[in-house]
């Protein structure tokens, strides 16, 4: 059993940034991958960006290259989303998922995520 713990949404301008982490415990957190993922009203849950277990290898979504980071701490059991110039269409719930299975490369579904957080909203003003 994993557990994720979402934080560091809120409300933000067009332009501005947050910092979204995800606390892990119940398994070593150095042995899974980590993912990202959003919702937004009305539409499907969709893949924003994932890590690998060594935190040395990251995948995004065209929306979010060049905008997003995800990093990872794996003394501090946590991962994280830097979104820098946030606009009104990023809003939406954010959650993290692990990806237990082992494999080579980076799952993008999210039917490959087998542990959710509660996720966090992000709202973004225009």
């Known amino acids: 059993q994993v557990q994720l713990v979402e934080s560091g949404g809120g409300l933000v301008q067009a332009g501005g940034s947050l910092r979204l982490s995800c606390a892990a415990s119940?398994?070593?957190?150095?042995?899974?991958?980590m993912g990202w993922f959003r919702q937004a009203p009305g539409k499907e849950r969709e893949f924003v960006a994932a890590?690998?277990?060594?935190?040395?290898?990251?995948v995004y979504a065209d929306s979010a290259k060049g905008r997003f980071t995800a990093s990872r701490d794996n003394a501090k059991n946590t991962v994280y989303l830097q979104m820098n110039n946030l606009k009104p269409e990023d809003t939406a719930v954010y959650y993290c998922?692990?990806?237990?299975?082992?494999?080579?490369?980076?799952?993008?579904?999210?039917?490959?995520?087998?542990?959710w957080g509660q996720g966090t909203q992000v709202t973004v003003s225009s």
């Open positions: 119940g398994r070593t957190f150095s042995s899974y991958a």
């Open positions: 998922a692990a990806d237990m299975t082992p494999r080579t490369g980076l799952a993008v579904g999210f039917r490959s995520y087998a542990y």
């Open positions: 890590i690998n277990r060594s935190g040395g290898s990251t």
